[in-house]
């Protein structure tokens, strides 16, 4: 009888071995579809791999590209049964019991599979409702249960994490199956609301530093990623913030605050102070790119910025900037 036992016992944690991998793959395939894992697509595509060494106690894969963009992927899986209703909240609970610290110190995503008794015993899953659980260290967001091919058409064209985080953050009608009947699950704690504070006000003679500082050593998918979390953030100048943000760069490079490398025509490069011009301007000294040096930085593929002075006079008014950022509704850049 024990050996009974023990032998299905083991057949049901290799069965439930099976549909974890199984459902990693299915993950994995439906972001290898979008942009950002296409060759054809953009040239530096991102790479899906199994975790290994270190990284298994914290995630089951890792999704990442050549420039040190890192996406770590935990998969969970559910069985839902037919008696069991409104659910959704309860498994939230107890996936957040699971998952290591040492997962948010990344930008992580948990795709958590929920299938039914029937798709096991079919082992088909195209039909499984799906919750992902994404974000960072600063901010962290649920999606409610939808099939993979729904999510997929909201996220096909995503091109970086960026992207995809907020892709997914689009908000979705509620549905709930046919046969489901409300029920109310008692001392579940329900996952917090976004909360969005207050744009505050910051110097505008420091609030491109504060971006600059911000995203130092980030890798950001090109000037226009820039513009883009610039433009979002409502702290674009109201005329010509394109050309205003520019000439904040141009200053930066030219005294050597910081440099610039961008990823220009497949090859990397440095926009450094040979692509300066320094003009005369009213009794005073401006500066700006050269043509060569804006046209790699407006075409660029990759940016990445490196402050070499990290010195912030008003560190009060950073913190707030940054709290400000991190508040931002789907704004995990």
């Known amino acids: 009888m024990n050996q009974a036992l023990s032998k299905e016992d083991l057949e049901a944690r290799a069965l439930n071995v099976n549909i974890h991998n199984h459902c990693m793959f299915l993950f994995a395939s439906m972001l290898k579809r979008c942009h950002m894992g296409n060759y054809y697509r953009q040239r530096n595509a991102f790479k899906f791999r199994e975790s290994e060494g270190n990284e298994l106690p914290i995630c089951d894969a890792v999704y990442s590209d050549d420039y040190d963009q890192v996406l770590v992927i935990e998969v969970k899986t559910r069985l839902i049964r037919d008696s069991q209703v409104d659910v959704n909240e309860s498994i939230k609970v107890a996936i957040l019991k699971e998952l290591k610290p ?3 110190s990344n930008y992580f995503i948990v795709p958590v599979f929920m299938y039914t008794t029937d798709q096991r015993d079919m082992f088909n899953f195209k039909d499984a409702k799906v919750m992902v ?6 901010k962290r967001m649920w999606t409610e249960p939808r099939t993979l091919a729904a999510y997929y058409e909201d996220v096909k064209d995503s091109s970086s994490i ?4 907020n892709n997914l953050s689009r908000p979705q009608p509620t549905t709930l199956p046919n ?3 409300c029920v109310k699950l008692e001392n579940v704690t329900p ?4 909360q969005t504070i207050e744009r505050p006000k910051v ?3 420091f609030k491109h530093r504060y971006f600059f500082t911000r995203y130092d050593q980030k890798p950001l998918m090109g000037f226009e990623h820039l513009m883009s979390i610039i433009l979002d953030s409502g702290y674009a100048s109201s005329q010509r913030p394109q050309q205003v943000v520019e000439a904040s760069l141009a200053q930066m490079v030219a005294t050597g605050t910081l440099s610039l490398v961008v990823e220009y025509q497949s090859d990397m490069i440095e926009i450094n102070q040979d692509m300066i011009h320094s003009l005369n301007y009213n009794t005073r000294i401006v500066h700006r790119f050269s043509a060569e040096g804006l046209e790699a930085l407006r075409d660029s593929d990759k940016l990445i910025i490196f402050m070499n002075e ?3 006079s008003n560190k009060a008014e950073f913190k ?4 400000y950022m991190d508040s931002i509704s789907g704004s995990l850049k």
């Open 179 to 181: 046969n489901v009947r």
């Open 191 to 194: 996952t917090p609301a976004k």
């Open 320 to 323: 707030r900037f940054n709290e």
């Open 133 to 138: 659980y994404y974000g960072n260290d600063v």
């Open 102 to 104: 040492m997962l948010y």
């Open 162 to 165: 960026h992207d995809l985080f």
């Open 310 to 312: 990290k010195l912030i």
């Open 203 to 205: 110097s505008r003679w």
